[in-house]
């Protein structure tokens, strides 16, 4: 399955239990960033795919941009930068 959004949104695999996942979502509606979450404890494949991602980790929040790049915890600052570039 391709998890890559759509230009100016990001899609964001994260948990119930996650205070970074929580924080970076209130940090992208309050800036009127665009994103899809996905819960890794949820959709089948998705905790593998993190941790494909992140050495065999699920680390979360684990972030995909529109160009198909990467990022683990990003701040809401980086997510601007990297979706408007």
Request: hydrophobic content about 35%; some cysteine.
């Amino acid at each position: 399955m391709d998890y890559t959004p759509d230009a100016g949104s990001i899609t964001m695999f994260s948990t119930t239990w996650c205070g970074y996942c929580r924080r970076l979502k209130s940090q992208l509606s309050a800036q009127g960033i665009g994103y899809t979450e996905i819960n890794i404890e949820e959709v089948e494949g998705t905790a593998e795919l993190v941790a494909s991602l992140n050495g065999g980790n699920q680390t979360v929040p684990t972030v995909i941009f529109p160009d198909g790049s990467t990022a683990t915890n990003p701040s809401v600052a980086e997510v601007r930068a990297r979706i408007s570039a």
